[in-house]
């Protein structure tokens, strides 16, 4: 089975501030891997796919690259309503993995 | 637009099996491209991946679950199901159904409790 690593696990940061999130993968899983944010009490919504596409209507701060086993999620510029949690998801194999998650919270 | 929605016990007693359905509107179940899956969330904690069934109805399940775990399809219904069987105070969680990776239910609470 594939591990994902995700880190860090929770980050405070201030509006404007550029994040970056990372998913290790214990074993190549090319680029077959998305993002996902989830609010408090909502289901998660899917940010990007193929490691760096992003979903239609996602606003262009966020952003995605990686292939292999490392894979980062950058947002370039953090507004009020990023602060929530973010999980990556590998679907190379099954079964599918999830990161551990990162809480991204107000500084 | 796909639209899904869990549906099932909110309650469930120590030992006994927990059944949900995901019923599926704006598009059908059959032939899709993707698997139908389940994940889970344990109050306060991160998503947990159950399983998936595709529209071939092979399944593929979480190891840590797999003896507890059934999947199933009814393509009549437009809808796909989750057993969970033997639970404890660990299966605890929001239940959400989702295609794809991008489709995906509200989520709904199930409590494992006497």
């Known amino acids: 089975d594939i591990q994902m690593t995700q880190s860090p696990s929770s980050l405070s940061a201030s509006v404007g501030d550029r994040v970056t999130i990372t998913c290790r993968a214990s074993q190549d899983i090319r680029n077959d891997l998305g993002w996902y944010q989830q609010k408090p009490g909502k289901a998660p919504k899917r940010l990007l796919y193929?490691?760096?596409s992003l979903e239609s209507g996602v606003p262009s701060r966020f952003s995605g690259s990686g292939f292999g086993t490392e894979f980062t999620l950058t947002i370039s510029s953090l507004q009020p309503e990023d602060f929530a949690a973010y999980y990556c998801?590998?679907?190379?194999?099954?079964?599918?993995?999830f990161g551990g998650g990162t809480k991204v919270e107000i500084k | 637009q796909l639209q899904l929605q869990e549906s099932g016990p909110g309650l469930v007693k120590p030992s006994e099996t927990l059944s949900l359905i995901c019923t599926v509107s704006g598009g059908s179940i059959s032939g899709s491209s993707y698997s139908w899956d389940w994940v889970r969330q344990p109050p306060g904690k991160g998503l947990d991946w159950i399983g998936a069934?595709?529209?071939?109805?092979?399944?593929y399940y979480n190891p840590a679950l797999r003896s507890r775990v059934a999947m199933s399809v009814d393509t009549s219904k437009n809808q796909f199901s989750l057993k969970l069987a033997s639970v404890t105070a660990a299966d605890t969680a929001v239940y959400f159904c989702?295609?794809?990776?991008?489709?995906w239910g509200q989520g709904t609470l199930v409590t494992v409790s006497s």
């Open positions: 069934i595709d529209s071939r109805g092979a399944t």
């Open positions: 989702f295609y794809g990776g991008f489709s």
């Open positions: 998801l590998q679907y190379r194999s099954y079964p599918r993995t």
């Open positions: 193929a490691a760096s």
